[in-house]
């Protein structure tokens, strides 16, 4: 594939990246050590390190990495949080969206100021279709939580760690799916 990468003034880029097709990165940013980038957009004051990127777009001002994989039609828009083994296909981030660890994001939306707990899983695939999932501006997604799609997620909605969510929430919506706790005592001796 041809290689032809423009960088920007003042960008450091480690020599350990790997880049194919049309790679554009602006200003100000650090491209850290053994990223491979393909087909991809950065903007300006960025933050990335130990990541696979692939035609996508990349905002302004964001951290991702390191082992962050974003590929498929992804816009990073500005200011977000893109952590360790997060993966992100063919979704958008708004501003100010923080994914840190754990977690993958696919044929979604998630609009301004969400966070994203460790472990969820947006579940877009039921077999034949894929469907899409909207999350809405300041909601909390607690840790190891599923968002079967199709669903959309309201603005300012909190859900609880480990719930699995198949309907869609209104805005300022709290939601907890839990099942009970079964404790089976003296099961050695038995």
Not at 40 to 50: D, S
Not at 53 to 74: A, L, M, Q, V
Not at 114 to 122: A, E, Y
Not at 132 to 154: D, H
Request: some cysteine; aromatic content about 6%; overall charge negative.
């Amino acid at each position: 594939m041809k290689k032809n990468v423009i960088v920007g003034k003042n960008s450091f880029v480690d020599p350990s990246n790997v880049f194919e097709g049309e790679v554009v990165i602006g200003e100000d940013n650090y491209i850290g050590p053994n990223n491979i980038i393909k087909n991809t957009v950065i903007g300006n004051h960025n933050h990335i390190e130990f990541s696979y990127i692939e035609d996508s777009t990349i905002g302004d001002d964001n951290s991702i990495g390191p082992f962050s994989h974003i590929r498929n039609n992804s816009i990073i828009h500005n200011n977000t949080r893109i952590g360790n083994y997060v993966e992100i296909k063919n979704s958008e981030l708004f501003d100010k969206v923080k994914c840190a660890h754990l977690t993958y994001l696919g044929d979604c939306k998630v609009d301004e100021e969400t966070n994203i707990g460790c472990g969820v899983i947006t579940a877009n695939y039921n077999g034949k279709t894929k469907e899409r999932t909207i999350i809405g501006k300041n909601c909390f997604i607690g840790c190891n939580s599923v968002l079967i799609a199709p669903i959309t997620i309201g603005d300012n909605c909190f859900i609880a760690a480990n719930s699995v969510v198949n309907k869609s929430l209104n805005n300022d919506s709290f939601a907890i799916e839990r099942n009970s706790l079964t404790i089976k005592h003296n099961r050695e001796s038995k």
